[in-house]
């Protein structure tokens, strides 16, 4: 069943709030000192330092701890990571960096290089960085990352165009990142910018995309050619010695033998000198004693003998045959 319609005149009764004026004066003054309770203290970590600022000009630097300002915007304090090593990409991006400075928007432009002898070449870099003079960094210049950033892209470009694509592929890679991080801090220094650079380390250098495979090529044959020579100078100094060893022995053995003759050469001459002075005295009792020694030494060797007389008649009388 539908309700009857309504009839006749509908007053709406509005709802009446009495506010009252020290109310609305009370509640604006506890939020305007509550905000400037909380905006009076500040907390300085300990790798850090503030630099407070008062209406925008520098007014102190703050250790780390707990400090006192001014608030509502009279004094604002800037919070300097001096303490920490920091970091710039280049070439490549690594995801959830906090510095938005850290990667640039589009590496694959930053990366894409012209060596020496006009190749070209994809190099991916860090740079490692601190921050040493706080109130320089603040107010020297307006984005100092972004200028340390086209600073180093700068430089590496200019050490990449004075190496050949060998060098800045294989071998010239430590050379390029000591050289790029020389020329760095030279220029940090003259700008006074309160950053200096510690450390370039190359990444990836790698020849572009088209040509990569022929490169791989190469590298390949090099390292081969590398294995093989490593493999025979191994080969080399494991028989070379050898040999040279078993020559010194066999010459020294040579040599032994050939004195070891000598002295028995010398010694038989000396011997047969005596004995030529002893036959020279008396020839035949030293030609009778020479057979008898001589006969001796042979006998013995002979084994079992029979020794008979010339003038006997008969072999068998000397038996003694029973």
Known sequence: MKPPPLSGNITFL???????PRLLIIVPMIIFALVGVFSSFFTVSPESVAVVKRFGKLH??????????????????????????LKLEFGFSTTGATNRYQ?????ELERDMVTGDLNAAQVEWIVQYGITHPENYLFKFREPESTLRDLTESVMCEVIGD?????????????????????????LIKLDMGITAEQIQLKEV????????SFDEVNRAQQEREQLINEANGDYNRVIPKAKGLAQQRISAADGFAVQRINEAEGDVA???QLLLQYDKAPAITKQRLYLETMNEVLPKLGPKII???DAKQFLPLMNLK
């Open 163 to 187: 190496r050949t694509v060998d060098e800045v592929l294989t071998i010239g890679r430590a050379e390029i990142a000591m050289e790029s991080l020389k020329r760095l801090k030279a220029i």
């Open 308 to 310: 008979l007389d010339e």
């Open 60 to 85: 102190y630097t703050a250790d780390p701890g707990l400090h006192f300002k001014l608030p509502y915007g009279i004094d604002t304090a800037t919070i300097v990571p001096i303490g920490r090593q």
């Open 103 to 107: 990667s640039s928007d589009e590496p």
């Open 14 to 20: 509005r709802p009446k709030f009495n506010i009252s």
């Open 206 to 213: 790698h020849p572009p995309a088209p040509v990569q495979r």
């Open 271 to 273: 011997r047969f000198k």
